[in-house]
């Protein structure tokens, strides 16, 4: 599961990813896109934060934007660095493209490979634990018993989709969504008025 806080965090999400994008080479200069659905991944080691943006509007296709967010630099990973920002429970985070991040990357090669899905969201509200629903759910065709775990990755990021190679596994994610990912298994998004769309596949 993943667990959520009740905390401000300057600059916020939206304003981190319009600071980004512009430099992405898939980017069509629509700033207007607001996020559509997200869903989260779990870190098994509970450091990492794992979390994928569809963002839309009412022209245009949709976009995925993943992210990770880490309580310390990732080291040599400078360029996958979207910015850090400040949470008011947590302190200061670093922010990355999770293509970039090793830990953002096995999440998703595990939930491929495994017939994993979203994470369930948690979060304390006085003294309770509330459940919220995930905006966007996502499933992988794969039927693996054990999940995926990487130490280094490298990303072609020239256009859309992206290219990520991970030990011995290729990965596409898709930036642009749309009919153009295809693969040997694949992860799957449905979000309100959206989908099924294949987001990421493996060779």
């Known amino acids: ?3 959520l806080h009740d905390a401000t965090i300057t600059p916020g999400k939206r304003d981190l990813m319009k600071g980004w994008l512009p430099s992405r080479p898939w980017f069509d200069g629509d700033l207007e896109r607001k996020p559509v659905g997200s869903f989260r991944f ?9 979390e994928f943006f569809l963002l839309g509007g009412t022209d245009g296709p949709t976009l995925l934007v993943p992210m990770t967010y880490r309580g310390a630099p990732l080291e040599g990973a400078e360029e996958h660095l979207i910015d850090t920002t400040d949470h008011s429970v947590l302190g200061k985070r670093w922010v990355y493209d999770a293509c970039g991040d090793p830990v953002g990357v096995s999440a998703l090669l595990t939930a491929i490979t495994t017939g994993g899905h979203e994470a369930a969201l948690e979060m304390e509200q006085d003294g309770e634990i509330v459940t919220f629903d995930p905006t966007c759910r996502v499933v992988g065709s794969g039927t693996a018993a054990a999940g995926v775990s990487v130490d280094a990755v490298t990303v072609v990021d020239h256009g859309d989709p992206t290219v990520v190679r991970a030990g011995d596994h290729e990965l ?13 298994e694949t992860l799957t998004a449905t ?11 493996i060779d």
């Open 1 to 3: 599961m993943a667990i």
């Open 42 to 50: 779990d870190d098994p080691a509970g450091e990492v934060g794992i």
């Open 172 to 184: 596409v994610v898709a930036r642009v969504l749309g009919p153009g990912v295809t693969g040997r």
């Open 191 to 201: 979000w309100g008025g959206g989908g099924p769309v294949v987001v990421a596949a």
